[in-house]
């Protein structure tokens, strides 16, 4: 049990529509970071959230947008699904220094 | 931007020998995180390192922190198959308060039984 709980685990979707996927961080974690693994890549960083703002940004287009509820859960959602979209969406909470992230098992994108 | 790169990308050992991935950054890094993340799966929390020159052991995995704070090193003593999957190094930008990391590409080992 990874303790950040992301769904779905698998998502196919077509060229031009839009996405939202789900995280909901371990229990007393209130930061929440998105992170897109490309296959045979290293996770690159989206966004990151805290107490409901995104606090920073990623080298990612407008097109990557997110959200965070009163409870810590997350919504990433993507907008005019590219291709190159395609990756695993992992979320990540962090419980303060020195402990890491702990992430969550991922949702796998498929852009078709 | 700051860069974090990951030597070799793969690396093939028979089991019961020594494994070694070397980290190295464009710029000096507060800290340096190392993950694993098995085929197939989320990238796990191995460590973290903080001061210049630190070294820390977990069993047979014994990891390194540079004296310049730029390079990082992860050595592995008589592999096995559990050993399997991709390792990668992570730090934060200079200056970065938020807990953004940024990855290398990561090292991929195998093990053959």
């Known amino acids: 049990d990874a303790g950040v709980t992301q769904s779905p685990t698998h998502l196919i979707k077509t060229r031009g529509q839009q996405v939202t996927l789900r995280c909901s961080p371990k229990?007393?974690?209130?930061?929440v970071s998105w992170y897109q693994q490309a296959l045979g890549q290293g996770p690159q960083f989206i966004f990151q959230?805290?107490?409901?703002?995104?606090?920073q940004r990623g080298n990612f287009p407008d097109r990557f947008s997110g959200h965070q509820f009163p409870n810590y859960s997350s919504e990433l959602n993507v907008n005019a699904l590219l291709l190159g979209d395609s990756a695993l969406y992992l979320c990540a909470s962090d419980p303060g220094q020195g402990l890491g992230y702990t992430f969550g098992s991922g949702t796998r994108l498929t852009v078709v | 931007g700051q860069q974090v790169m990951q030597i070799p990308q793969y690396q093939h050992v028979q089991e019961g020998e020594d494994f070694t991935t070397y980290c190295n950054s464009s710029?000096?890094?507060?800290?340096i995180q190392w993950y694993k993340q098995r085929p197939g799966g989320h990238p796990v929390f191995l460590i973290q390192?903080?001061?210049?020159?630190e070294v820390k052991k977990q069993k047979r995995l014994t990891f390194q922190f540079g004296e310049a704070k730029k390079n990082s090193s992860l050595h592995i003593t008589a592999t096995q198959t559990t050993d399997v999957g991709t390792y990668f190094c992570?730090?934060?930008?200079?200056?970065?308060?938020?807990?953004?990391?940024?990855f290398g590409q990561g090292t991929t080992l195998q093990v053959k039984p």
């Open positions: 959230y805290y107490e409901e703002e995104e606090r």
């Open positions: 390192l903080v001061k210049s020159g």
């Open positions: 992570a730090g934060p930008p200079r200056a970065s308060n938020t807990g953004k990391l940024i």
């Open positions: 229990s007393g974690h209130d930061t």
């Open positions: 710029t000096t890094l507060s800290n």
